[in-house]
């Protein structure tokens, strides 16, 4: 009987609670702990609750530490103070400080002795190395990505702080027309904007102007102005009942040639129906790889460009190439 | 500027063709010349047609050797002989057989200090790439794979057989309404034989019995009996016109929950204009990884599992991270 890899989550919002989760599904883990800075009094699995400061007691007993705190302000932070005492991995998704983040995690794993996973999730992740294969596979092409349908986390905030909007989700769609000319092999140019609609629901408060709200969210600058928008206005009972889920999803394909009349489309989608338990459950994979990379002496940060997927699997390369080849 | 990576094509039918053109598509490769056991007058592309009984001539002069013969007959005796002189890249797709053929090519490559890149393609190759993905992330699920639209060589051949048929071609088309029975998450059983129909275009021998052609058919078991197959007679004309293509693509689909009522879907499809060259594109990605694995002075046998997709790319890892991921 192998060890269990031992995993340890930091933080308890809805990435954390799916990583706890995700890990039951594989039976060559355990989790030890989860850290939060706030002082939990149990946790869903019951796996005892520590409180993030004390941490450092323990190195010797977590092999990976999955950093489910967000990109904006928790992993600019705890990425390099965690990355010193553990071997790591993270969600962080902002994509133009990923060059600069990679640099300090890298810094710090080498400095510490540990692996740093970087960026890992769907978009930054999965979406990538589809991005990334079908690049080198079709060089002469275009990569196209389309999100949703989906809820858009940063949307559905921008909608609650309309005044007299009292709750409210933001949902993109892809444009199907536009999606459905890429698969069958046009080439066709589209902004975000063009390729995405907008679909709000909306809760008013009590006497809101709603024709007001509608325009108020119409033109709103960076979030909906220029997008096809749809704000539909519903009770507080029918968005409870269907609106609380956190679905999202969405298609990156590359569409490129071989000769001048011979094309070709390589399609990579998902269909979520939770955006955090999903995210936590690729975590939980590259945590295995990490492990490994680990044991085999590696330092420093890396991202899922940098690993063969024979690490993320429980098989031995021998079942793998017997059973999934 | 970097020494460009040399290139030989082992086999000069449809395979060895389609790689031909795809090295022109990597301006960060060059190719040397082909091989063949025929005595070619000439190559697509102008570059040397060497006899295969002069290849161990180029032992200096090739980086990366592209076998593009089929794996029946052709693989299985050149793979070992040519493992022993050059770093390889093979299409090797009798999937019974690959784990004989990885341990021989393995026991090769190592005594010759070389790289044998084995299965490569899109199944095995890219599909088999994401069905360990999405296994990994997703450990309690069920995995799809549909074949087609495509042509089948084999089920073609098989229709070339039958008395009083002079040229025909079979696609293997997937059943529309299972594929989208997973894409909704629903986990349907269903066989080969129920998720595919197999569509025949026969240009019948002049004053042949149709309807003893089409029950032949139908009938014919392991390639026609059980499965819904329609058969057209069409003219030699029509045929030539519109049936001498060789597209294919399919779809792999793996549909999973992380909690009783959260369901995902992870879905990775193509859609190829020409299988040979798509495939031959697969191999050519494969010879710049297997050129990085043998200035790594790894040696041995890997498969598409082994390999980190960074190197696949021409890019570097500075640049994968900041534009792709």
């Known amino acids: 009987m192998m060890q269990k890899i031992r995993i340890g989550i930091v933080g308890y919002g809805n990435l954390g609670k799916g990583a706890e989760l995700a890990v039951k599904h594989n039976p060559d883990m355990e ?5 939060s800075r706030r002082h939990l009094t149990e946790t869903n699995s019951g796996v005892p609750a520590v409180f993030l400061a004390d941490v450092a007691n323990y190195r ?11 990109s904006a302000t928790d992993l600019v932070e705890q990425g390099p103070q965690l990355a010193a005492l553990f071997n790591t991995v993270d969600s962080f998704d902002t994509h133009a400080k990923i060059p600069g983040y990679f640099a300090t995690m890298d810094q710090v794993a080498k400095e510490a002795g540990t692996v740093a996973t970087i960026s ?10 589809n991005r990334l294969l079908a690049g080198a596979v079709l060089p002469q092409g275009t990569d196209y990505t389309f999100w949703g349908k989906g809820v858009s986390q940063g ?7 309309v005044p007299g909007v009292k709750e409210a989700k933001q949902y993109t769609i892809p444009r199907e027309a536009i999606v459905s000319a890429v698969r069958s092999g046009q080439n066709p140019a589209s902004s975000s904007a063009e390729s995405h609609i907008r679909d709000c629901y909306v809760v008013a408060q009590p006497g809101a102007d709603l024709a007001a709200i509608e325009t108020k969210i119409k033109t709103m600058p960076h979030y909906f102005a220029g997008y096809e928008t749809h704000v539909t206005f519903l009770s507080e009972e029918e968005f409870q009942a269907n609106h609380t889920g956190i679905p999202h999803g969405g298609v990156v394909l590359r569409s490129g040639k071989t000769s001048p009349a011979v094309g070709h489309v390589i399609e990579f989608g998902l269909k ?12 939980v994979a590259y945590a295995r790889a990490t492990y ?9 940060a890396c991202t899922v460009f940098d690993i063969p997927f024979a690490w993320l699997s429980p098989k031995s390369g021998e079942e793998l190439r017997r059973e999934l080849l």
Not at 31 to 35: C, D, R
Not at 60 to 70: A, S
Not at 120 to 129: A, Q, T
Not at 155 to 161: G, K, T, V
């Open 31 to 35: 989790l030890v702990a989860v850290f």
């Open 155 to 161: 949307h559905s905030d921008a909608l609650r702080h």
């Open 272 to 283: 979520l129906d939770s955006n955090p338990e999903f995210t936590s459950s690729v975590l």
């Open 120 to 129: 890992v999730g769907w978009d930054p992740g999965l979406f990538s190395l």
């Open 60 to 70: 010797e007993k977590v092999d990976v530490m999955l950093l489910c705190g967000g």
């Open 292 to 300: 490994r990379l680990a044991q085999h002496k590696f330092t420093g």
